[in-house]
């Protein structure tokens, strides 16, 4: 699963606007050829701006599934 995927679900789950930040998508593209490390950096900044954002993020960095999207096929 790519990194943009992840971050395309993560958006999709979280309950709040994040319409603004939509402009990532096409950021993240570009640093998928970043480390890991790097992005740590960058979503840091983003953390207290995009809350749960940012803990889903990292849950799906961290290559844990989520099991709905597995159990329905969506």
Do not use: Q
């Amino acid at each position: 699963i790519s990194f943009a995927y992840c971050v395309n679900e993560c958006i999709r789950h979280v309950d709040i606007d994040l319409s603004w930040v939509f402009n990532l998508n096409a950021f993240v593209l570009d640093v998928e050829l970043l480390s890991l490390k790097l992005l740590d950096i960058i979503f840091d900044e983003y953390r207290l701006v995009l809350g749960s954002f940012s803990i889903v993020l990292n849950r799906c960095r961290f290559g844990i599934n989520d099991e709905r999207h597995s159990s329905d096929g969506t």
